[in-house]
Nanobody
Framework: VQLQASGGGLVQPGGSLRLSCAAS????????IGWFRQAPGKEREGISCINSSDNSTHYADSVKGRFTISVDNAKNTMYLQMNSLKPEDTAVYYC??????????????????WGQGTQVTVSS
């Protein structure tokens, strides 16, 4: 599986961004797609995950109610819509896939395919 994340940039507090993750080479009908972020000096944090089997979604408390994960199967692309952005959302954002259902809490270990990351900066 190859993943290509895009859509990051500079946005003011309160603004919105939509991240995309284009995927190719899926071989399993059942997998989890996750979004993670890593701020400077911090560990990589799992923020959202969606199960391909039933489109069930999961969010970290830090983004719940502000971020929405979705999948367009026809385009093999996953999205993370980010609204009401805060300075503390500043990080490099990564998409990843795991060959089974979303781990809860959303941890990095089960995910074995990663995109290259896209920078999101929230600042006035």
């Amino acid at each position: 599986v190859q993943l290509q994340a895009s859509g990051g940039g500079l946005v003011q507090p309160g603004g919105s961004l939509r991240l995309s993750c284009a995927a190719s080479g899926f071989t399993s009908d059942y997998y989890a797609i996750g979004w993670f972020r890593q701020a400077p000096g911090k560990e990589r944090e799992g923020i959202s995950c969606i199960n391909s089997s039933d489109n069930s979604t999961h969010y970290a408390d830090s983004v719940k109610g502000r971020f929405t994960i979705s999948v367009d199967n026809a385009k093999n692309t996953m999205y993370l819509q980010m609204n009401s952005l805060k300075p503390e959302d500043t990080a490099v954002y990564y998409c990843a896939t795991a060959p089974f259902v979303c781990p809860l809490p959303i941890e990095t270990t089960p995910f074995n395919n990663w995109g290259q990351g896209t920078q999101v900066t929230v600042s006035s």
